[in-house]
């Protein structure tokens, strides 16, 4: 996520997209034709994006650098290339016109005449995805790219149309929510739609090295698992009074500040991490229990607060523990680490870069390390992105919804545990319908704000012991 991405000596998706994708691009046009009946006609996979920020004009550029080599998900073995095609942008949606027509300049001076959105293809407003969507054919992809309070019905709608789906992260923002993509991906499951979800680790060559490993008992047992993300922070200011406050909290870098619309800033960080746990222990937790708050003199005027530290329990009575934490000129850590019976291992490292090898023994050490996987051939953005095509123009099974819902839903069991101030089990989180917007697929312009600030323009933040999400 653009708005929220700190600074890093790693290779940023944006940095990795830059370099790479216009030249990637323009060979994948040149590629050899493949099988047409599950692409169009002609052969082209058609794309809509719905929401214009950096993520989605990412996955466009993902899109069309696939092909070549693809590595199978979650298991990192070699298959044939099938990925490469033509790919075309064809539709554009948005709530905000300015957004709009920077990304549709941006990619077009990327990627050129494969950026085929003229403007009575190019839509705004709440329903604006409707008209997107209508604008595929079956065997083409919608990319559902905006904030997670309108994953759902973006979602039910493509599966719907009869069209192939890549979701981005974050996909609900509550309870209610993750039931809703269950039930659309149990139905696209059924008319054969392919779904990938932007859960981009699960692609990691490495970290999939290090999975078969620890699933031939290399490590022993994996008792503990600790996850870290903490920087400098998001403190947003006052709402200003006069504005409309429904399109004021859906600006750029302000939807991660609010439940409703985002699940707030520590789902949005750290559900690729949470999701590295419930891989690495091939299991959902059973309960999770946390602390977090505000520190003294914090001027913040969103929904979340600056430090979240959650335990989760697994059936086997193993622990992962994961830490966020927001706060200016303070110690920083971004990385995921596993320790086991017999050794210790690092999944993941700044940014999501694949430092991952398992160490001699059980301490954690530079000079410590006994193996490393091979050196990642493909980013993991682009793999997934390869995956999909592949099982798109071969009619592979991919569908990736149910996986990606639940971990989502682990998260928002980890969050509401730390608001709540109440130990929240596995069983709690799937049985509940809670939402924070109920009312999501009725948004209008004219709408009021699901959540609205006080007379200081202050929003109500969670009160432990008395919210409540589950």
């Keep these: 996520m653009r708005a929220l991405r700190r600074r890093s000596a790693g290779v940023s998706r944006r940095q990795f997209l830059e370099k790479s994708a216009a030249g990637a691009a323009a060979a994948t046009l040149a590629a050899a034709a493949v099988p047409n009946v ?26 069309m650098s696939a092909g070549g080599l693809v590595l199978g998900a979650d298991s990192g073995a070699p298959r044939a290339a099938g990925a490469g095609g033509p790919v075309k942008l064809v539709a554009m949606a948005d709530l905000l016109p300015e957004r709009l027509e920077v990304s549709h300049r941006a990619l077009t001076e990327q990627l050129g005449d494969r950026i085929d959105a003229p403007p009575e293809r190019r839509f705004l407003g ?8 209508d604008c595929l054919r079956p065997g083409d992809v919608a990319i559902l790219a905006t904030h997670c309070a309108f994953r759902g019905p973006h979602l039910e709608y493509a599966v719907e149309k009869g069209v192939n789906v890549f979701m981005e992260k974050d996909f609900a923002a509550d309870p209610g929510g993750v039931k809703r993509i269950l039930r659309a991906g149990e139905a696209a499951e059924k008319k054969n739609l392919k779904i990938g979800a932007g859960l981009m680790c699960r692609h990691s060559s490495a970290r999939q090295a290090l999975i078969r490993k620890i699933r031939e008992g290399a490590m022993g047992e994996v008792q503990l698992i600790r996850a870290y993300r903490m920087d400098s922070g998001y403190q947003m200011g006052p709402f200003p009074r006069g504005e409309n406050e429904l399109l004021w909290q859906l600006r750029p870098g302000r939807p991660y500040q609010f439940m409703w619309s985002s699940g707030g800033v520590f789902i949005e960080l750290m559900i690729h991490q949470i999701d590295e746990c419930f891989w690495i222990k091939d299991a ?10 505000r520190f003294a003199g914090s001027k913040d005027c969103s929904q979340n607060l600056d430090s979240y530290s959650i335990e989760y329990t697994f059936a086997d009575g193993a622990k992962a523990l994961v830490t966020g934490r927001y706060i200016p000129q303070c110690h920083n850590d971004f990385a995921t680490y596993l320790l086991g019976t017999k050794t210790a291992a690092k999944f993941s490292g700044d940014v999501h870069r694949p430092d991952t090898w398992m160490y001699r023994d059980r301490r954690v050490a530079p000079d410590n390390i006994g193996w490393k996987p091979e050196r990642e051939a493909v980013n993991p953005w682009q793999a997934e992105w390869d995956v999909l095509l592949d099982a798109i123009r071969n009619d592979r099974p991919h569908n990736e919804t149910r996986r990606a819902a639940l971990s989502n839903l682990g998260a928002i069991m980890g969050r509401a545990a730390v608001h709540t101030g ?25 709408s009021p704000a699901p959540v609205q600030a006080d007379a200081g323009g202050r929003y109500p933040a969670p009160i432990p012991g008395i919210t409540v999400e589950i």
């Excluded at 329903?127 to 997107?132: E, K, L, P, T, V």
């Excluded at 937790?285 to 946390?290: D, E, N, S, T, Y």
């Design 38 to 63: 599950h692409a169009g006609e002609d052969n082209v996979i058609r794309l809509a994006l719905i929401g214009c920020g950096g993520r989605g004009n990412g996955a466009v550029a993902n899109a």
């Design 126 to 133: 709440f329903d604006a995805y409707r008209h997107a969507i």
């Design 284 to 293: 959902w937790p059973v309960a999770a229990h946390g602390v977090g708050g």
């Design 422 to 446: 109440k130990i929240v089990t596995w069983e709690e989180a799937m049985a509940s319908d809670f939402q924070f917007c109920a009312n999501v697929d009725a948004l209008t312009a004219a």
